[in-house]
């Protein structure tokens, strides 16, 4: 029997069109890859990104799984029409493009770089930085992604720490808290915090002024996870105040993130365009054509969001 699998994210069709069909002729998958969908019913699969057009998913009564292009679901895992299972993207490209800007920006503060970078009055300043081992880093968020960046700057001899909204199996090395007052523990006098959780009703201003407050003074932020982690208007009161060094964010409440937001001004800021990690054709069509494969010989499909959590 041909599978028919529809992908519903125009956008980035291009590079998929060739690639995916032939990702799965070499699996031994006999489907038809279509970029509309006359008929829903006939449909097996769904390929899909969260920004495609495709919102309403009850006309697709047959389909098996919706199989998301990004990590990051909170677009669509409220979606009242969704009954089919949902997958997210979990693939080593995502990883491995994460854990570079991850370290590239640690290291980048911890060493102190920007001072020698930008430099137009040619000042000798020779002050010499700590070493990694006397800088704690506080990792909220030890999924896939926090544990592997986790593990990246441990290995360089920062003082790691984890934290998860639940408690989790602990990474080799790396000491973990979770719940309330793990976060404490976690952010209390932190030299560089790094944000990589979902975005939840929980997690939400997660870093607001009261846990600011807890961070080494002059500390580092990195948010590579969702923009609604963090409250804007506390961390540009911590920037002023010089509680917060300097924030570097690659993800943002609007995005592209709006021309006058102040954040593109102050001069504690470093803006990135969420490219932190971005999916990538090549290792992607990997994932999607192994959970069509599975779905198709009645295995549990991969990395399957828990709606209850959102992720």
């Given amino acids: 029997m041909t599978l028919t699998v529809f992908f519903s994210a125009p956008a980035v069709w291009e590079e ?41 998913f009850t006309p697709f009564t047959n389909c098996k799984a919706v199989l998301s292009l990004w990590a990051g679901v909170e677009r669509i895992v409220g979606n009242q029409t969704l009954t089919q299972p949902l997958c997210r993207m979990v693939d080593n490209s995502l990883t491995e493009g994460m854990v570079e800007w991850v370290v590239g920006h640690a290291l980048r503060h911890h060493l102190g770089m920007d001072r020698h970078i930008i430099n137009p009055d040619h000042v000798w300043d020779a ?15 030890m999924g896939a992604l926090g544990s592997a960046c986790a593990q990246a700057l441990a290995a360089l001899n920062f003082r790691v720490v984890g934290w998860s909204r ?17 976060l404490e523990s976690a952010l209390r006098n932190a030299d560089i915090v790094v944000t990589l959780l979902p975005k939840t009703p929980e997690t939400e201003n997660l870093l607001n002024a009261e846990r600011l407050a807890m961070l080494k003074p002059g500390a580092f932020i990195l948010n ?23 924030a570097t964010l690659d993800v943002f409440r609007i995005e592209p993130l709006p021309q006058d937001h102040p954040f593109w001004s102050h001069p504690g800021v470093t803006v990135t365009p969420h490219i932190a990690a971005d ?33």
């Fill in 16 to 56: 998929y069109r060739t690639l995916l069909p032939q990702l799965l002729a070499d699996a031994g998958i006999d489907a038809d890859v279509v970029i509309d969908a006359p008929d829903p019913a006939i449909v097996d699969y769904i390929i899909y990104a969260p920004s495609a057009p495709l919102q309403d």
């Fill in 127 to 141: 002050t010499c930085p700590p070493l990694a081992r006397e800088r704690k880093v506080a990792m909220l968020g």
């Fill in 166 to 182: 639940t408690d989790k199996k602990v990474t080799p090395g790396i000491p973990g808290y979770h719940g309330a007052e793990g």
């Fill in 224 to 246: 590579p996870g969702r923009g609604p982690l963090i409250d804007d208007e506390a961390l540009i009161a911590a920037l002023d105040s010089g509680q917060v060094g300097h």
């Fill in 279 to 311: 999916t990538r054709a090549t290792g992607a069509a990997k994932v999607l054509v192994e959970n069509i494969k599975r779905g198709e010989a009645g295995l549990p499909l991969l990395h399957v969001v828990d709606r209850v959590f959102g992720y």
